[in-house]
C-alpha cells in the first residue's frame, strides 16, 4: 500500500512539474531579435598604390671638396708650436731665427723677425711668390719687405709653405696646402710670447697674394691685408695662363712651360684622385666653389692692392687685369678696398716706387694694427 502511494505521488508531482514548465515556455514573449549587423554597401574601395619612397642616395662629396672654400672653411687649423731653431741674423732693431711648425702632420719651415725691445708687437704674416724650389732658400720673396716691417715696429713671420725650402714635401691643390700652412702658422702664434696675436696683418706677393685672398674668405684674426701683384682670385684665370699643376716629379715640373708648377701632384696619389684634380680643373661650377671670387661676401677686414702698369710682360707675372677683377668684385660686394697702379712698374717694383708702396702699406697697416 506504501509503494502505491509513492508511486502515485510520483506521478502527480511529473504531471505538476511538467506543466509548470510548459506554461513557462508559452507564456514568454516573442525572444529578442537576434543583433544584426547589416553591412550596407559603399562604393568599392580602390586601394591607392603605396607611394614607394626611394631613399636619396647621400650625396658623395667629391673629392676635391675639401679643397674648396666651402672645404677650408669646415677644416680645423690647430697649428702647434713655434720653434726658434737657428739665429739667423742680429742687429740693433731685430733678431731674425729660422723656424719650423707644424701644418697637417708636416714639419714647415720659415723665417721669423722680431724687434728688439719690449713686446708683444703685432704681426704681420708675410706670404711669398713663386720660386722655382731648386732655387729657392728660406726667405726669398719676403726678406726686403720684412725687414723694412720689422724696423718699423712689427714682427714678421714668413712660411715656406710645404715642398719649399727645408719643409716636408707633399701635395696640393689648387694652391690650398699652402694656404692651410698659412692658417696653421696664424693658429701658432700664441706660441710667440713676442707676439700679439690679437693684431695680426697679412702681406701677399703674386702667388702669396692669391693665398692671401683665399684666406681672406676663411675665418682667421687678420686684421688687414696688403696684396701687392697678386695672382687672380679666380683660379680659372691661373690655369688659363699657366694650366694646372704638374703631375708628377716636384722638380722636373719646374722645367715645363705646360703645367702650373705651385701646385703639387705626386704620381703616387691615388688615379681616382688625380682625375677628380684634373676634372675639377676643367669644370666650371667646382672652379666657382675654389675660386674666392665667388666668395668675397665672407671678406671682412680693409684690403690694399698694389700692380705695376706694365706687369704681366712675361709668363711667370700676373696681369694686371686679374687686380682691376677683384678689385671690381671687392667694390661691388661692398668691401673696403684700396687699389693703386704704378706706371711702367712690373712684377716687382723698384726704386721710388717700391719705397712708395712700402710707405702705403706700413701707414695701411699702422691705422688698422696699432
Known amino acids: 500500500m506504501k509503494i502505491i502511494f509513492q508511486k502515485i505521488f510520483l506521478l502527480i508531482t511529473f504531471i505538476f512539474l511538467t506543466g509548470c514548465f510548459t506554461n513557462s515556455i508559452s507564456s514568454t514573449n516573442t525572444l529578442p531579435a537576434p543583433i544584426v549587423t547589416i553591412i550596407r554597401p559603399t562604393e568599392t574601395f580602390t ?20 679643397y674648396t672654400i666651402a672645404g677650408l672653411r669646415e677644416r680645423n687649423f690647430t697649428g702647434g708650436e713655434i720653434s726658434l731653431d737657428v739665429v739667423m741674423g742680429l742687429t740693433d732693431t731685430y733678431t731674425k731665427y729660422l723656424i719650423s711648425y707644424p701644418s697637417d702632420g708636416l714639419r714647415i719651415t720659415g723665417i721669423l723677425q ?5 713686446g ?3 704681426v704681420i704674416i708675410m706670404n711669398h711668390g713663386y720660386v722655382n724650389r731648386s732655387e729657392y ?5 719676403t726678406d726686403r719687405a720684412s725687414v723694412y716691417f720689422v724696423e718699423r715696429g712689427y714682427i714678421t713671420i714668413a712660411s715656406d709653405f710645404r715642398s719649399w725650402g727645408g719643409s716636408d714635401i ?40 692669391g693665398i692671401t685672398t683665399k684666406i681672406l674668405t676663411l675665418e682667421s684674426p ?13 683660379d680659372s684665370d691661373l690655369i688659363s695662363r699657366w694650366g694646372y699643376g704638374c703631375i708628377g716629379d716636384i722638380y722636373a715640373g719646374e722645367l715645363l712651360q705646360t703645367c702650373n708648377s705651385a701646385d703639387v701632384i705626386p704620381e703616387s696619389l691615388e688615379a681616382q684622385v688625380i682625375a677628380a684634380y684634373v676634372e675639377s ?21 680693409p684690403i690694399q ?12 707675372s700676373t696681369p694686371p687685369e686679374w687686380s682691376y677683377k677683384l678689385n671690381q668684385a671687392l667694390m661691388d660686394a661692398g668691401k673696403d678696398v684700396e687699389l693703386f697702379v704704378y706706371e711702367n712698374e712690373r712684377h716687382s717694383f723698384v726704386g721710388d716706387a717700391w719705397l712708395l708702396f712700402m710707405n702705403r702699406a706700413v701707414e695701411f697697416f699702422d691705422a688698422h694694427l696699432k
Do not use: C
Open 222 to 234: 687678420v686684421k688687414a691685408a696688403v696684396l701687392y701683384a697678386p695672382n687672380s682670385a679666380d
Open 47 to 66: 586601394p591607392q598604390p603605396t607611394q614607394t619612397i626611394i631613399p636619396s642616395p647621400t650625396a658623395i662629396p667629391h673629392l676635391m671638396y675639401p
Open 137 to 141: 732658400t728660406s726667405g726669398d720673396g
Open 170 to 209: 707633399s701635395a696640393s691643390f689648387f694652391h690650398t696646402g699652402l694656404v692651410t700652412d698659412v692658417m696653421n702658422l696664424i693658429s701658432s702664434l700664441d706660441s710667440l710670447p713676442q707676439a700679439d696675436a690679437t693684431r695680426i696683418g697679412m702681406w701677399g706677393h703674386s702667388m702669396g697674394g
Open 305 to 316: 692692392i698694389h700692380i705695376g702698369s706694365a706687369d704681366g710682360d712675361y709668363i711667370g
Open 281 to 301: 680643373a676643367t669644370s666650371p661650377e667646382m672652379m666657382r666653389g675654389i675660386a674666392p671670387i665667388y666668395h668675397l661676401e665672407s671678406v671682412s677686414v
Open 120 to 122: 708683444p708687437f703685432p
Open 114 to 118: 722680431i724687434p728688439q725691445g719690449e
